[in-house]
């Protein structure tokens, strides 16, 4: 009995420390982007939740063309500011994995020194409700998932700022 408790402690501690557990942090603050990237939407983030509600009845999201240097797609994008929680000093390892692709080192240096945010800039089409993402901060602390919800009423705008219906 005594190495059967042992043995079942052992699988448990052996699955926990595959499946990621770490310690929890507080939630990122999300704002938007310092450009207002995709227009004047209405934004409001429920850090409980992690859920970012954008747009709204009569909102039109702006469409933008290719831009290699930001390494952009043409297409309609909103953005935001992540900034990371207090109790995250090492930024080093954050990973940030949106629509199955994991992007690395996006934190904002300026003077050569990293920040604590960084900006996400998603594509959003006419089918876009949710766009789900998942932050990584280093493999000590659990990952956070989060949601980005497109209101009913919003709108895009094609390239010459016409309504796409």
């Known amino acids: 009995m005594k190495y059967r408790c042992l043995v079942v402690f052992l699988i448990l ?23 207002f990237v995709g227009g004047n939407l209405t934004f409001v983030y429920d850090e409980k939740l992690r859920e970012i509600s954008v747009g709204g ?24 500011k992540i900034i990371a929680p207090k109790e995250i000093d090492d930024h080093a390892k954050t990973t940030i994995e949106i629509d199955g692709v994991t992007f690395v080192d996006m934190f904002v240096k300026i003077d050569g020194q990293r920040q604590d945010f960084f900006n996400i800039y998603p594509i959003v089409t006419e089918k876009t409700k949710e766009i789900n ?17 497109i209101m009913s009423g919003t709108k895009l705008l094609d390239q010459s700022g016409k309504v796409i219906n």
Do not use: H, M, P
Not at 133 to 149: D, H, P, R
């Open 133 to 149: 993402f998942k932050i990584c901060w280093n493999e000590s602390v659990n990952a956070q998932n989060y949601k980005i919800k």
């Open 57 to 80: 009845e009569g909102e039109f999201i702006q469409f933008y063309d290719k831009d290699l240097a930001r390494n952009w797609e043409a297409g309609n994008r909103i953005g935001l």
């Open 13 to 35: 501690c052996s699955i926990l420390s595959f499946s990621g557990c770490g310690k929890e942090v507080s939630s990122a603050k999300i704002t938007r982007d310092d450009e």
